[in-house]
């Protein structure tokens, strides 16, 4: 499943981000070091609910 991640309140990305968030690059060091750092917060999914 991929992870989806957001800006953290109060936090400014360079270049921008989705505010409905987006997955980040794996291979790409500024944004690894984004969520290392907490300026980029994974979004939990919405739990579902199932309906019969």
Do not use: F, H
Not at 6 to 12: E, N, P
Not at 28 to 52: F, H, I, W
């Amino acid at each position: 499943m991929t992870r989806i991640y957001v800006a953290a309140d109060g936090r400014v990305i360079p270049g921008g981000w989705p505010e409905d968030g987006r997955p980040i690059n794996e291979l790409s060091q500024l944004e690894r070091n984004l969520v290392r750092d907490g300026d980029l917060v994974e979004v939990k999914p919405a739990k579902t609910t199932k309906k019969d």
